[in-house]
């Protein structure tokens, strides 16, 4: 068997959709004892570090957490994508393994994550959920 061409290393970060920004700033923050990081206001996005990782809160009613509909609950989802950090970061086998696969591949954009910016691929899995695929900081 071929060696993987994807070497996932971890989860990069997680982004959940939120109604109160306040109550879960507060929670991650005073309760789990996670860092504000990074702050796009503009964007609705609130990025709290976990460890090696980031938990990010978009905002339902700002940009990024509009692209999802509703608000969460019984019947909307709160999670908008998760991210695995891959390292390294080999674009061309990557690619090519997701093409085998049969996957259409979108072209990679630079984006920040957990170990600040580099490549990365947004994918979808058989249910529908995001995955976005991540080198590391470039």
Not at 42 to 65: E, K
Not at 118 to 124: D, K, Q, R, V
Not at 130 to 137: A, F, M, Q, Y
Request: hydrophobic letters at 35%; glycine letters at 12%; proline letters at 7%.
């Amino acid at each position: 068997m071929a060696e993987n061409p994807i070497p996932i290393k971890g989860l990069d970060h997680i982004v959940l959709r939120v109604r109160d920004i306040d109550g879960m700033l507060r929670y991650y923050g005073e309760v789990l004892g996670c860092t504000l990081e990074k702050v796009q206001e503009d964007l609705g996005l609130w990025q709290m570090r976990a460890g090696d990782a980031l938990i990010d809160f978009a905002t339902v009613d700002g940009p990024i957490g509009r692209e999802k509909g509703p608000a969460p609950g019984r019947e909307a989802h709160n999670q908008d994508h998760f991210c695995l950090l891959v390292d390294p970061w080999d674009e061309d086998a990557i690619r090519s393994a997701l093409e085998a696969h049969g996957l259409q591949v979108e072209e990679s954009a630079i984006r920040y994550g957990a170990t600040g910016y580099g490549p990365s691929i947004y994918l979808t899995d058989p249910e529908g959920n995001t995955v976005e695929l991540k080198g590391p900081s470039t």
